[in-house]
């Protein structure tokens, strides 16, 4: 059974920072690539961040510079380090793989961020 946790929501002021993990099972964890997604209230979900199997990093345009993706496969864990946050960056944020045919997601952690 795939299953992904994360962890390290929480409220911050802007201009400060988090890190969330996103703990993976159920599959071999350095065979997948990983994304962290967002979703605001009342919008879309949306891809932050993904990072391949080798390691390649792609971001979103309203985060580059500020946060990065990284993977630990020795913990089966991928990270979302997230600096100079903005009010913006409010939501709730998921990880996500890819197996097979079907997409797995997290049950999300809460990020907010007050002015």
């Known amino acids: 059974q795939v299953r992904l946790v994360e962890s390290g929501g929480g409220l911050v002021q802007a201009g400060g920072s988090l890190r969330l993990s996103c703990v993976v099972s159920?599959?071999?964890?350095?065979?997948?690539?990983m994304d962290w997604y967002r979703q605001a209230p009342g919008k879309q979900r949306e891809l932050v961040a993904g990072?391949?199997?080798?390691?390649?990093?792609n971001y979103a345009d309203s985060v580059k510079g500020r946060f990065t993706i990284s993977r630990d496969n020795a913990k089966n864990t991928v990270y979302l380090h997230m600096n100079i946050l903005k009010p913006e960056d409010t939501g709730v944020y998921y990880c996500?793989?890819?197996?097979?045919?079907?997409?797995?997601w997290g049950q999300g952690t809460q990020v907010t961020v007050s002015s």
């Open positions: 159920g599959i071999q964890f350095s065979n997948h690539a």
């Open positions: 990072i391949t199997v080798g390691g390649t990093t």
């Open positions: 996500r793989t890819y197996l097979n045919v079907f997409y797995y």
